[in-house]
């Protein structure tokens, strides 16, 4: 099966998350993947509640599960690339059998592996992220069309009644920052912007 995204238009990392940032107006978590997903998240403002994963591939989305189920009242997104999502594909299940309502995945698809020198994703030919995660039980997960429809349905997923994902179709460009890689720092300032750590 050929990926069915190849009428949805070609957007960026940094803009897409730079509109989904501007839309969180109560304290929502996000969770940043890996490289250029953390990157732009970071480049697109700071937030104590935004949460950046370094180092490990395909992350992004069980952290932000165990966020949702442990503040189900606070609205979750997690950001990650296809190449990621493709390592730690199982993720999908798990979430698709909790269903927690309050988790929006993003999905940022180049069909590359881009940071480390950009060798196509079986995302690029073969394998349609959406129909993956469709397939594995999470049935609110479709292509956005462009920049507006990715806006509409980032705001139809902050009153969903189910885990939904969103898949962009993205340009090779590199993320815009760099996130300052201190690990301890960036989960204290989360567990400070989520109200599970008193400032000292
Ligand atoms: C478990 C693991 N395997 C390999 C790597 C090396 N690595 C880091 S980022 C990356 C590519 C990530 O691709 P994708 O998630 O599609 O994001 P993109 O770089 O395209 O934005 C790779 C192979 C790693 N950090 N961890």
Redesign the pocket.
């Known amino acids: 099966m050929s990926p069915t995204n190849t009428n949805t238009k070609v957007m960026n ?1 940094f803009d897409v998350t730079s509109r989904l940032v501007a839309k969180l107006k109560n304290e929502e978590a996000v969770i940043g ?5 953390n990157f732009d998240l970071w480049a697109a403002g700071h937030r104590p509640q935004n949460f950046y994963m370094l ?4 992350l992004a989305f069980p952290i932000a599960l165990g966020v949702a189920l442990a503040q189900p009242k606070r609205r979750v997104f997690a950001l ?6 493709l ?1 730690q594909m199982g993720c999908l299940s798990t979430i698709a059998a909790l269903r927690p309502a309050n988790l929006c995945m993003i999905v ?1 698809d ?1 069909g ?5 020198g950009a060798q196509p ?1 079986p995302a690029a030919a073969v394998s349609d992220i959406v129909a993956i995660a469709i397939g594995c039980g999470i049935s609110n997960s479709v292509w956005a069309a462009d920049e507006q429809d990715f806006e509409r349905l980032v705001g139809e997923s902050l009153s969903a009644s189910g885990p939904m994902l969103i898949g962009v179709r993205i340009d090779d460009k590199a ?1 815009v920052g760099t996130t300052r890689r201190d690990p301890v720092q960036i989960r204290e300032r989360f567990m400070l912007g989520l109200g599970v750590r008193q400032a000292l």
Not at 112 to 116: A, C, S
Request: charge should be negative.
């Open positions: 990392r993947g890996i490289g250029n997903t180092g490990s591939m395909g990650e690339g296809d190449g990621s999502l390592m940022m180049n590359l592996y881009q940071i480390t994703t993320g």
